[in-house]
Every structure is written in structure tokens, then in C-alpha cells.
């Protein structure tokens, strides 16, 4: 089965760590560029992170730039998201999203989105 | 960055009706080089996952109903779905692409049966 499953979400204070993980199957990892896109509960969507499909280039949201970090493993077929100095503001849920755009390269559209985890950042 | 803006937030429809969503970009997405629109469209059930409906504007993905139909050019689209059924229930944003790494998404159109 086609399918993205994101994992690692929880409750965090503000100011720390978290890392985010999302395990694909069904189709060939290395041939596709991959995103993180966040989605306040009840409210719109807003593209966080991208990387090609070698890691060559990778992008961020003005919003988590300096502080999230995006990765592959292409062996593993996954995908993470390192999260730091976490602020109130990102309490979302993060879905994995697969590129649909040629050669691995960013098409930035996505057409396979994983169910996604929630991350709530609270003291 | 592109904003994206949607009109309506929220339309009711009777089955069986047309529903249309619009989607204006605060700056042309269509592309000189290849004379593409870098225009997506998505719908997201209750809790669910977006799904991709169309791409390039009015390509529809693999698996969409023929009710679903993609149109515009430059900085005004439209999603139709003609013929209003239970399960079109959904909020459906529009993205643009055109924006490298800059990716933007629309508020946002709730679709309701009347």
C-alpha cells in the first residue's frame, strides 16, 4: 500500500526539542522530493519544510527557519523533522506530503499526505 | 510571498446543484516559459489527510470524478463541481507552486449541503 505515517508528536514545553519522523512504502523513496505542512486544528494549511530527493536542496517556512531542520534517510525510506526552541505558535498537526514534481526535483505540489501527528507546545 | 484568497469561507448547496470556489493569487501564477499555471487544488474530508484533485489548474488527478472541473488562468481560479454529492462534504484550499520554496495555500472553502 501507498501510504506516509508520521509519528512523534506530543505535548512539549516551549523553548524545547522535538523530532518528528514519517515512514513511506508502496513507491520509490529516493525518486521523490518530500515536505512537512503544518495545520492548526480547525484552521488552514502552511507548507513548513521541503527537501529533494538527494538532500541537495532543502527549504523552510520564514516562520520555523533557524530553528526546524529537515531530513532523509533514503535507505530507511524516511523522513524527519528536527524541531527546536518550539513556540506556542507551531502546535499544529504535521503531515509528510510527497512531491509530485519530476526527477526528484520540488514540483511543489503534493499528492500523498500522510494522516498526520499532532504536536502541542505547552507549559 | 502569494497570497492566496478564497471566496466564499463557506457556501451550502443543494444536492445535486453546482458548488463553485474561487481563488484569486495576489500576483500571476502563470508561467512564461511553458505557459503553465502553477495552481493546485485540494480537498480534506473531516478528519482526514488533503487530497490533490487538480494540478496545473485543471489537471485532474488520478481517481477525481469528472464532476470536478479546474479552471483560470493568471490570477483567478475556479473549482466547479457540478452536480453536488454527499461525500464532495469538504473543505477545498487552492495552492500556489509558482513561488519556489515559498509555497502558499488559500484560507480555505467549506462545503455544506443545503
Known amino acids: 500500500e501507498v501510504q506516509l505515517v508520521e509519528s512523534g508528536g506530543g505535548l512539549v514545553q516551549p523553548g524545547r526539542s522535538l523530532r518528528l519522523s514519517c515512514a513511506a512504502s508502496?513507491?520509490?523513496?529516493?525518486?521523490?522530493?518530500l515536505h512537512w505542512v503544518r495545520q492548526v486544528p480547525g484552521k488552514g494549511l502552511e507548507w513548513v519544510s521541503g527537501?529533494?530527493?538527494?538532500?541537495?536542496?532543502?527549504g523552510y517556512a520564514d516562520s520555523v527557519k533557524g530553528r526546524f531542520t529537515i531530513s532523509r534517510d533514503n535507505a530507511k525510506n524516511s523522513l524527519y523533522l528536527q524541531m527546536n526552541n518550539l513556540r506556542p505558535e507551531d502546535t499544529a498537526f504535521y503531515y509528510c506530503?510527497?512531491?509530485?514534481?519530476?526527477?526528484?526535483?520540488?514540483?511543489?505540489?503534493?499528492?500523498?499526505w500522510g494522516r498526520g501527528t499532532l504536536v502541542t507546545v505547552s507549559s | 510571498d502569494i497570497v492566496m484568497t478564497q471566496s466564499p469561507d463557506s457556501l451550502a448547496v443543494s444536492l445535486g446543484e453546482r458548488a463553485t470556489i474561487n481563488c484569486k493569487s495576489s500576483?500571476?501564477?502563470?508561467?512564461?516559459?511553458?505557459?503553465?499555471?502553477?495552481l493546485a487544488w485540494y480537498q480534506q474530508k473531516p478528519g482526514q489527510p488533503p487530497k490533490l484533485l487538480f494540478y496545473?489548474?485543471?489537471a485532474r488527478e488520478s481517481g477525481v470524478p469528472n464532476r470536478f472541473s479546474g479552471s483560470g488562468s493568471g490570477t483567478d481560479f475556479t473549482l466547479t463541481i457540478s452536480g453536488l454529492q454527499a461525500e464532495d462534504v469538504a473543505v477545498y484550499y487552492c495552492?500556489?507552486?509558482?513561488?519556489?520554496?515559498?509555497?502558499?495555500f488559500g484560507q480555505g472553502t467549506k462545503v455544506e449541503i443545503k
Open positions: 506530503g510527497k512531491d509530485k514534481g519530476d526527477y526528484g526535483d520540488f514540483g511543489g505540489y503534493f499528492d500523498l
Open positions: 496545473w489548474a485543471s
Open positions: 508502496g513507491f520509490t523513496f529516493y525518486d521523490y522530493a
Open positions: 500576483q500571476s501564477v502563470l508561467h512564461s516559459s511553458n505557459n503553465k499555471n502553477y
Open positions: 495552492q500556489q507552486y509558482y513561488s519556489r520554496l515559498s509555497w502558499t
Open positions: 527537501i529533494s530527493w538527494n538532500s541537495g536542496n532543502t
